[in-house]
């Protein structure tokens, strides 16, 4: 079964538009992480944002924001007002517990978001 | 700061060829991890290491081996290259907190084409 799903493949939206990027995650652990990740179209993987399971609070930067609900095992990620520079693929990723000595970082396929000016 | 070092950026092979990709971290990171990109399939783990002498299976390791002697290096080799294995890849390092992997830094990715 697949850990983390990314269904949006691909979202165009018009600059200054706000956008969504949805992720769930299955788990069994009680204590994991959950990752957001950008991948610019240059190629680099950029690291986004870190969060633990125990931590529901929504974190904003900026114009980023993350939503994180254990009650719907989702951790989504909002970009207020998209800016041209946010054309990305954003990978959603899950970190288990590792006490079965098999610490895995999980990844979703990728949303690729393209944000026209 | 130089962070995840990653060569080579490209190379193409023939089938059969064997090769090294190599990765190099200066961050004193104790896990480091090897993934592959193909499109619609995300990062998939190929291998991992939780320091030097121990390595472990990720979700794709057939065809591909690899050491860790030191805390710095971590190569992935390809003994016997196959089309499948056309790619990117790359190379990942972290700290781990509790166990659990932290921030994952990348390499800029290896492009690799099997003929």
């Not at chain 2, 190569?75 to 990117?88: E, F, I, K, Y």
Request: glycine content about 8%; some cysteine; aromatic content about 12%.
């Amino acid at each position: 079964a697949q850990k983390v799903t990314q269904a949006q493949t691909e979202i165009s939206v018009v600059e200054k538009e706000d956008v969504t990027l949805d992720c769930v995650y299955e788990t069994r652990d009680t204590t994991y992480y959950l990752f957001w990740y950008k991948q610019p179209p240059s190629g680099e993987l950029v690291f986004l944002i870190r969060r633990n399971s125990f931590d529901e609070q929504n974190e904003i930067s900026g114009r980023y924001s993350w939503n994180f609900q254990k009650s719907t095992s989702s951790f989504n990620f909002t970009i207020t007002a998209s800016q041209v520079v946010d054309s990305a693929v954003y990978f959603c990723a899950l970190s288990e517990d590792p006490s079965g000595g098999y610490q895995k970082v999980t990844f979703g396929t990728g949303t690729k978001l393209q944000v026209i000016p | 700061n130089a962070g995840v070092t990653q060569t080579p950026k490209f190379q193409v092979l023939k089938t059969g060829q064997s090769m090294t990709l190599q990765c190099a971290q200066d961050m004193n990171h104790e896990y480091m991890s090897w993934y592959r990109q193909d499109p619609g399939m995300g990062l998939r783990l190929i291998h991992y290491s939780v320091g030097a002498g121990i390595t472990d299976q990720g979700e794709v390791p057939n065809g591909y081996n690899v050491s860790r002697s030191t805390t710095e290096d971590f190569p992935l080799r390809l003994l016997s290259a196959a089309p499948s294995q056309t790619s990117v890849y790359f190379c990942a390092s972290s700290l781990t907190d509790g166990g659990y992997t932290g921030e994952l830094f990348f390499g800029e990715g290896s492009r690799l084409t099997v003929l």
